[in-house]
C-alpha cells in the first residue's frame, strides 16, 4: 500500500524532516495516555505541533484486527484510514488525516495514522457538564448541530458506531454551531433502516443525560428535518426512549 501524505501538509512535514514512515516511526514523543495492549501487540497516541499546527501522530505493532475479508487481519488504523477516506468522499464532517502507511518489520505490522489535532473544537461531552450555564440559544444550536451531523451521516448511508459525546466535536460559527466525528473504526454501511438509525442514536442519548425531553425533541427535529411537535418527531422519541429502557434494564 502506498502511504497516504495530505498535499496541504507536505511543505510543513518535509521542512521538519516528518515527510516518511521512518522520520515519524523514529520520533520520540511522550504518549498522551497509556498504550492498548489488547490485540497482542499496541497502540499509542503521541501529540505533535508544528510551526503553531497541532497534530495527533498515532503508532501501532501487531495491533490488528480481522473480518471477513480480512481474515489474517489488518492494522485497526487501516480500517480507520478507510473510514475516514470514505467519509471526506461521501461529504460526512469527521477528522483529517495527514499522513497513514504500513510497514512490515522483522515479521511484525507497523502502522502509522497521523490527523489534524481539532484544537479549536470542544466534545460534546465537555459542553454537556457546562450544560446548565450555556444560554438558551446555545443549547439550541448545539442540538440542532448534533441532529443535522447525524442527519449527514445517515443520509450518506453510513452509522457510525459509536456515536457517543465523546466522539462529537463542535464549535460556534457566527450564529450557529458545526460538528464533526472522531473514531470511525466501528463505521460501517446503513443497511437496516430505522433500526440502524435507532441503534446509532440511542447511545448518544443514554450518555446525555442532561438532556431534557425537549432538548432530544429539539434535535430529533434537527434530525428529521421536521417541527419539534410533529408526530413523526413524536414517534422516534418514543422508540428511543423504549430501546434506551431496554438497554438500562440488562
Known amino acids: 500500500m502506498t502511504d497516504y501524505l495530505a498535499s496541504t501538509d507536505l511543505a510543513l512535514l518535509k521542512r521538519h524532516g516528518l515527510n516518511d514512515f521512518e522520520a515519524l ?8 495516555d497509556e498504550p492498548n495492549t489488547a490485540r ?13 499546527k497541532g497534530y495527533y501522530l498515532k503508532r501501532q505493532c501487531d495491533y490488528l484486527t480481522r473480518s471477513l475479508h480480512r481474515p489474517f487481519g489488518e492494522p485497526t488504523f487501516s480500517r480507520e484510514f478507510r473510514n ?23 515479521g511484525r505490522h ?24 450555556l444560554d438558551d440559544a446555545a443549547r439550541i444550536a ?6 443535522q451531523l447525524a442527519r449527514t451521516l445517515h443520509g450518506a448511508g453510513q452509522v ?6 465523546k466522539h462529537i466535536f463542535l464549535r460556534p460559527r457566527r450564529e450557529s454551531w458545526e460538528a464533526q466525528l ?4 466501528k463505521t460501517r454501511p446503513l443497511l437496516f433502516g430505522m433500526r440502524d438509525r435507532l441503534r446509532d442514536l440511542e447511545p448518544l442519548l443514554r450518555r446525555a443525560p442532561i438532556w431534557s425531553e425537549a432538548d432530544v425533541r429539539q434535535l430529533l427535529a434537527a434530525y428529521l428535518h421536521q417541527p419539534a411537535a410533529s408526530t413523526l418527531v413524536d414517534t422516534w422519541l418514543q422508540r ?6 431496554e438497554k438500562e434494564a440488562r
Open 182 to 185: 472522531i473514531d470511525l473504526e
Open 240 to 245: 428511543l426512549m423504549h430501546r434506551r429502557r
Open 160 to 165: 457510525h458506531g459509536c456515536f457517543y459525546p
Open 142 to 147: 448545539i442540538l440542532n448541530a448534533c441532529g
Open 110 to 133: 507497523r502502522a502509522i495514522l497521523m490527523t489534524r489535532a481539532l484544537d479549536q473544537w470542544n466534545d460534546l461531552d465537555s459542553l454537556l457538564a457546562q450544560w446548565p450555564e
Open 25 to 32: 516511526w523514529a520520533l520520540q514523543l511522550d504518549a498522551v
Open 40 to 52: 497482542g501487540g499496541w497502540s499509542s497516541v503521541y501529540r505533535l505541533e508544528l510551526e503553531g
Open 84 to 106: 475516514i477516506s470514505r467519509y471526506q468522499k461521501l461529504g460526512i464532517p469527521a477528522l483529517q488525516a495527514v499522513f497513514y502507511g504500513e510497514r512490515k518489520h522483522n
